[in-house]
């Protein structure tokens, strides 16, 4: 029961209510029309107050150091730097939620504006008004989830002032975005520059007995309204932007030219709303929208708060894709990524934006473009990096968030904070976590951390909680990529066809030991072994699989598919059968890397590396099994998968010794050696001991 206390239930309600259709098309490349069910995640309560408090919160305890409002804000979390903020009125502030969903950002942002009008001396009946009407914005693409909102919003505003509900015109600002795919550019056109207006003749006397008189003129002649003529080009210009707009949403940039044009194209349907038959007010119906669409989203706020959607570009559809490439190309690896420039943009110089998204953008080379814009041009004011199991709605690791505040303007050296929140395995340990740091700072999860720190290291990963000596080892070191050769290797597509384990060919048919191309080109063998990654092995092993390359491969490099295009990926194949140093490409744990002698070929799965000189080899095989270089690849790429770029980062210090690698590959062949799974057993290791016994005694 207490739980309907509460109007969020309503945002609760709603995500059961799409439940299913959201278990029916996640994970596939999703059409426009189920992109809402794909998308929409309810933010839990906590970290929505950790975004108001720190965007709204924060803007106001900047320019008014004296409120009270610090002491109702359970997750603000003040800054050690100079605030530079703009003084303006609560009246004045604008807060958007440009994927507002149910409401959930908005409905917290309006208790905090209520606080704020209170301490500022408001009568609490006149709050809920001002704030519907000056201070929250919303932008959504579903009809059901912005009339949820709009209605949370009202019930809110209800609360405080009873007599709302009744009040013309007093309806919240939100906003679901309307498309035009259907609309005649021309016909509307049409209709604004030849509209059949009616005459409005003087109102009847109120008095009884007045006098009428019958020829009377009318106190105004529309048609004298209708002057300038409006473009077709104009219409169009409208008409176009809004074309799969359901799919776009806040996504869509106004041209700076429309807002001008808006103006007379907005006259002139509220002449026709007042004067226009029903034909006319049929296409104005369609056109009012789209007027106020374009009004929002060219708007610049004080504050934009979000969780947008998250969707990877490989299950964008055609359309999204497309879009996605010609207008956002620093950010169209993720949609949440691409919500988090458009936010940017919508705030004036110095403005706020807090958004919750995945971790991914941190620290993937997909968004190193991303961060280099953030670094170089705003300023990360505050962090709290959840990683997985933040949204106990989320089962497992699916969804590592982070919830930041970035500032519209980049303040050089400002020490933005980070809270390291990773560790917990629940909602309710997050929250536990985030309250323990903000009040004890020195508890060892709270880390300062400023642009600068973050560019020393190749590809600035947001790795704030590095400490100064491995920073020191990218500044020091040598990026590994610039002393060995570190590739990808050959793709099949089609592994079953091509690939056998060593014991299902015969010996006569494979070849163990070729050092070349050309070596091979001249042989009949058809078998030859393969790097295919495999299991957690250090030091040497996994070499059980055996790859067709009969005659250099030709019929894995004349692989080709029904349309006539080659199905194979055979790359980098002038280092095929080269001593090199391998790796598991996918690891649920830490990465392994081994010593592979000479004769092998290696795939995508098991990525290599090649140095020419033994000693360096063997430096570089010993510092790649390190904890340090295990750590540093957990900020450069922290996935389950070490990919050849990120390997190529690690720093390697040259003058370090390695001695005790030689042994620890022979330890680790030995080993391999003593199974029935090597191609090199020669005998059970409990018979060797035994006779080892039988000889001593």
């Known amino acids: 029961e207490e739980l309907w206390s509460n109007v969020e239930i309503i945002g609760w309600l709603y995500q059961f209510y799409i439940s299913e259709k959201k278990d029916e098309v996640i994970g596939k490349i999703v059409t426009s029309e189920d992109i ?7 933010t839990p309560n906590w970290i929505v107050k950790y975004l108001v408090q720190n965007t709204l919160g924060k803007q106001w305890l900047a320019t008014h ?3 009270n409002l610090r002491n109702k804000m359970e997750y603000y979390i003040p800054s050690t730097n100079p605030e530079n903020m703009e003084m303006k009125q609560v009246e004045e502030l604008t807060f958007l939620d440009p994927a507002c969903g149910s409401g959930h950002i908005l409905v917290e942002a309006y208790h905090l504006f209520k606080e704020i009008y209170l301490e500022c001396g408001y009568r609490k009946s006149e709050i809920p008004e001002l704030i519907l009407s000056k201070n929250l914005f919303g932008i959504e693409i579903d009809d059901r989830a912005a009339q949820l909102a709009a209605f949370a919003l009202m019930m809110k505003a209800a609360a405080d002032d009873k007599t709302i509900l009744t009040k013309k015109n007093i309806t919240p600002n939100i906003i679901t975005i309307n498309e035009t795919n259907h609309l005649d550019a021309k016909l509307v056109t049409q209709h604004l520059n030849e509209p059949n207006l009616k005459t409005n003749r003087a109102p009847l006397p109120h008095k009884k007995f007045a006098t009428i008189e019958l020829d009377e003129k009318p106190l105004i002649n529309p048609k004298t309204l209708v002057k300038d003529k409006i473009n077709l080009a104009d219409i169009n210009l409208l008409v176009d932007l809004f074309k799969n707009a359901k799919t ?8 700076k030219t429309l807002p001008a044009i808006l103006e007379t194209i907005k006259n002139r349907t509220e002449i026709i709303e007042q004067y226009g038959d029903m034909n006319d007010q049929e296409i104005i119906a369609q056109l009012k929208p789209l007027i106020k669409q374009t009004e929002t989203l060219a708007q610049k706020f004080d504050l934009v708060v979000a969780n947008p959607p998250y969707m990877g570009n490989k299950y964008l559809n055609q359309t999204l894709k497309k879009f996605a490439t010609e207008n956002y190309p620093d950010t169209k690896a993720d949609l949440f990524a691409m919500f988090i420039e458009r936010g940017l943009e919508m705030i004036f110089d110095n403005g706020l934006c807090g958004i919750i998204t995945m971790q991914s953008w941190m620290f993937l080379s997909s968004f190193e473009n991303l961060r280099s814009k953030l670094l170089d041009k705003k300023t990360i004011v505050s962090l709290a990096h959840f990683g997985a199991r933040a949204f106990d709605t989320i089962s497992g690791d699916v969804v590592s968030t982070t919830a930041f505040v970035l500032q519209n303007k980049n303040h050089v050296d400002y020490k933005g904070t980070y809270l390291r929140l990773v560790e917990g395995n629940s909602e309710t340990e997050k929250i536990r976590a985030i309250k323990e740091v903000i009040q004890n700072p020195d508890c060892g999860w709270l ?6 720190d973050f560019k020393k290291i190749p590809g600035s990963p947001i790795a704030y909680w590095v400490s100064e000596k491995i920073v020191k080892a990218f500044e020091n070191g040598k990026p590994l990529g610039e002393i060995a050769d570190v590739r990808l290797g050959l793709i099949t597509s089609d592994d079953e066809r091509f690939l056998r384990r060593w014991y299902e060919v015969s010996l006569q048919r494979i070849k163990f030991d070729a050092t070349t191309r050309e070596e091979v080109k001249n042989s009949s063998i058809k078998w030859f072994p393969l790097n295919k990654g495999g299991d957690f092995k250090k030091w040497y092993g996994n070499q059980e699989y055996l790859v067709n390359w009969e005659n250099d491969g030709n019929e894995i490099r004349n692989f080709m598919g029904n349309n006539g295009r080659l199905r194979s990926r055979p790359q980098n194949m002038e280092y095929f059968f080269k001593e090199s140093i391998g790796w598991s490409l996918i690891s649920s744990v830490i990465p392994a890397f081994r010593f592979f002698p000479s004769g092998f070929i290696f795939n995508a799965v098991g990525p290599s590396m090649f140095i020419g000189e033994k000693t360096m080899q063997q430096k570089i095989l010993g510092f790649c099994n390190t904890k340090i270089a295990t750590a540093i690849l957990k900020f450069l ?4 998968s070490f990919p ?6 690690l720093p390697l210090i ?3 010794e390695s001695p005790v690698v030689s042994r620890l590959i022979e330890i680790a062949k030995q080993d391999w050696d003593d199974f029935e799974t090597s191609w090199d057993f020669s005998e059970n290791p409990l018979v060797r001991l035994s006779c080892e016994m039988d000889t001593e005694s």
């Not at 809402?36 to 309810?42: C, I, K």
């Not at 776009?248 to 041209?255: A, D, E, M, Q, V």
């Open 36 to 42: 809402p069910a794909a998308t929409q995640l309810f």
């Open 65 to 67: 150091p004296d409120s």
């Open 248 to 255: 776009f949403g806040t996504l869509i940039r106004i041209p």
């Open 447 to 452: 880390f300062r951390a400023s642009a600068a």
């Open 637 to 640: 790429n922290p996935t389950v």
């Open 644 to 649: 050849v770029g990120s390997i190529a980062l």
């Open 654 to 656: 040259l003058d370090v």
